[in-house]
T-cell receptor, first 113, second 111 residues
Framework: DGGITQSPKYLFRKEGQNVTLSCEQN?????MYWYRQDPGQGLRLIYY???????QKGDIAEGYSVSREKKESFPLTVTSAQKNPTAFYLC????????????FGPGTRLTVL | SQQGEEDPQALSIQEGENATMNCSYK?????LQWYRQNSGRGLVHLIL?????REKHSGRLRVTLDTSKKSSSLLITASRAADTASYFC???????????FGSGTRLQVQP
């Protein structure tokens, strides 16, 4: 069953804590992306990776970090430096970084307590 | 940055009617894509139109692209209650290696 998965579905964080959101794909895609979505808004790009061991900052990278050690995995860490982390986080992948459609995971809803 | 702006922000129609959503963007693009999002879910790709194409069809969907006006429209014909969702346009800007999404149109189809 091919696809892109995210875990957990819901995540609660205390102020000052770092949390890591998981994103895994078995589509053999080279490119992976992280977006943030606030209520009633569109998606904003946090980080993206076009190939293993390489990634670039998106439009709102401050307070976030990523790694891309394996082709199928692109975890996102929300650090304590992110002052307003409550949002819906979406991971996506595409076959490569060349203007193709993106496939999205189901999302993780992060709430800061 | 949010390049695309959808219009209207919200649309409510009756089942069987057509729904039209518009998207405007600011820079040169390689292609424009439309995605659908059901409440609380991930996005699903609907259709991609390249910058050298003017119109594209997929089932009940019709997309147009006018690069001179930097605008696109998505038409859903004979809408169904199951079409209720948010619809986003997204552009692949030339020189930028990621999609830029608009703010979306929330479509409500009344049965």
């Amino acid at each position: 069953d091919g696809g892109i998965t995210q875990s957990p579905k819901y995540l609660f964080r205390k102020e000052g804590q770092n949390v890591t959101l998981s994103c895994e794909q078995n589509l053999n895609h080279d490119a992976m992306y992280w977006y943030r979505q606030d209520p009633g808004q569109g998606l904003r790009l946090i980080y993206y990776s076009q190939i293993v061991n390489d990634f670039q900052k998106g439009d709102i990278a401050e307070g976030y970090s990523v790694s891309r050690e394996k082709k199928e995995s692109f975890p996102l860490t929300v650090t304590s430096a992110q002052k307003n982390p409550t949002a819906f986080y979406l991971c996506a992948s595409s076959i490569d970084g060349n203007y193709n459609e993106q496939f999205f995971g189901p999302g993780t809803r992060l709430t800061v307590l | 940055s949010q390049q695309g702006e959808e219009d209207p922000q919200a649309l409510s129609i009756q089942e069987g009617e057509n729904a039209t959503m518009n998207c405007s963007y600011k820079t040169s693009i390689n292609n424009l894509q439309w995605y659908r999002q059901n409440s609380g879910r991930g996005l699903v790709h609907l259709i991609l139109i390249r910058s050298n194409e003017r119109e594209k069809h997929s089932g009940r969907l019709r997309v147009t692209l006018d690069t001179s006006k930097k605008s696109s429209s998505l038409l859903i014909t004979a809408s169904r209650a199951a079409d209720t969702a948010s619809y986003f346009c997204a552009t692949w800007d030339t020189g930028r290696r990621a999609l830029t999404f608009g703010s979306g149109t929330r479509l409500q189809v009344q049965p």
